[in-house]
């Protein structure tokens, strides 16, 4: 598949999409847009520009190009309807001038399905005055509609786990809808959008009004770790950083707790290298992840890969593509680098893993499932990874959608299965007051000659 571009080059913008060769021939013809050509007085509610062919076209592609400030505002990508009507969400402003051109000297990847490109085609309008609009930050029941279509639309095209979840997306459009239309602010749709997509128990599936999230799934999960006891129980336990404790006990082995991938924390992983380096010649390092849940993906790389000597495979994805036969596009494998210039250890490893682990920790563990002499100690980790990407409903809510499936190296699916221990470990609340069973599995598996 093509990549969608934005390209802003001085002075002009070019909307550009492409996956066809151009070649020679009689070019299509725009017969239709709205709004039309030297349209005056347009009203500002108008949210789709839509421009209409008079034959059929290759819909893998696309060139709109468009100067300055006089290019309108574009909400989401423009989206084929049918073989020759191609529409672009956009938010227009009163008594201003608009234009762009379908196709331009440039760039011509409008074209019929022969490869032939449409003539450049100028769109120039004025928007009015946009008195009789409610006052800013209102929504009306046009807004409304126009931003449900496109979350149904952003759920069956664009939501990776979409059918995964078997959820009732159709009734739970009937149940919402209502509430949704009669919305007055971007805060009331918001809300009764999350309450919708809370249905999908996704904890990459969340709705932001600005900089805010509003409501959505809330996961539950029982811890498998007492931070009180591992304070009493690992000997010269220390806290090194906001993300990072450490320990080492009695015969030599190791400890690092890192409660963090985020790159708010990156500072603070510093730490944890240190700890590395001091523990060079232990007999044995235990890694201890089970209050992680998630953060910055790269950042579990890099300290995963003080461990390995060539790169590995420890993961694989497909990104969600409505347009392919699958629905999806060809597996994409996950490596993990050695880490060239940070400490290495080399001797037995146990990483201490339990269910509030998930995206990006997740990953961690895969990428540690890779190392030679490691285990994985204690029992499932949640179970999701999405990579959520954003939609732009149009009316001042955006909703994050998880774009891609999350994979072992194998390209099974773990999303709501987790990924397994090889040492499992089953402990509860009541027995975590007074000891922990997991550390104890793991010093055992590393003592073991």
Request: charged share 25%.
């Amino acid at each position: 598949m093509g990549n969608f571009k934005h390209i802003k080059i001085m002075p002009a913008i070019i909307l550009l999409f492409s996956l066809a060769a151009e070649v020679s021939g009689a070019p299509p013809k725009v017969v239709k847009t709205v709004p039309e050509n030297g349209a005056q007085d347009v009203d500002t509610s108008l949210r789709k520009i839509r421009i209409v062919f008079d034959q059929d076209m290759d819909q893998g592609g696309y060139s709109i190009c468009g100067s300055g400030q006089n290019y309108p505002e574009m909400v989401g990508k423009p989206r084929w309807v049918n073989k020759r009507t191609i529409v672009m969400r956009v938010r227009l402003v009163p008594d201003h001038n608009y234009y762009l051109s379908v196709n331009c000297k440039d760039y011509k990847n409008f074209k019929n399905t022969k490869g032939e490109p449409v003539k450049p085609y100028l769109v120039e309008f004025r928007t009015g005055s946009g008195k009789g609009r409610a006052k800013a930050g209102m929504l009306n029941l046009a807004d409304n509609k126009e931003a449900i279509e496109e979350l149904r639309r952003a759920i069956d095209e664009d939501y990776s786990y979409r059918d995964l979840r078997k959820v009732d997306w159709a009734g739970l459009f009937d149940k919402y809808s209502p509430t949704m239309e009669s919305a007055k602010t971007p805060r009331e749709f918001a809300k009764a959008t999350a309450e919708l997509l809370a249905n999908a128990e996704d904890a990459h599936v969340w709705v932001k009004v600005g900089d805010k999230s509003i409501g959505g799934f809330k996961r539950s999960v029982t811890r498998n770790y007492n931070l009180m006891v591992l304070e009493k129980t690992v000997p010269g336990w220390q806290r090194r950083s906001a993300a990072v404790f450490t320990g080492k006990f009695d015969d030599g082995i190791g400890y690092i707790l890192i409660d963090s991938w985020s790159n708010e924390h990156k500072e603070a992983l510093e730490q944890a290298y240190k700890a590395i380096e001091e523990f060079s010649d232990a007999p044995g390092l235990i890694i201890d992840v089970r209050s992680n849940g998630g953060g910055a993906e790269p950042l579990a790389q890099e300290f995963a890969g003080c461990f390995i000597d060539e790169p590995e495979v420890y993961a694989r994805n497909v990104y969600r593509s409505a347009g392919e036969p699958s629905g999806f596009t060809k597996p994409y494998n996950r490596v993990l680098e050695p880490s060239e210039k940070r400490p290495k250890y080399r001797g037995k490893i146990a990483v201490l893993m339990g269910p509030v682990n998930m995206s990006s920790c997740e990953a961690f563990l895969l990428m540690m499932k890779q190392v030679p002499s490691c285990k994985l100690v204690g029992e499932n980790s949640y179970g999701s990874s999405g990579n959520p990407k954003p939609t732009d409903l149009g009316n001042g809510v955006t909703v994050f959608l998880p774009s891609w499936k999350a994979m072992r190296p194998d390209g099974t699916c773990f999303e709501g299965e987790g990924i397994a221990p090889d040492i499992l470990v089953k402990t509860t609340e009541a027995a975590l007051r007074s000891r922990d069973a997991v550390l104890e599995a793991a010093l055992k598996w590393l003592r073991e000659s």
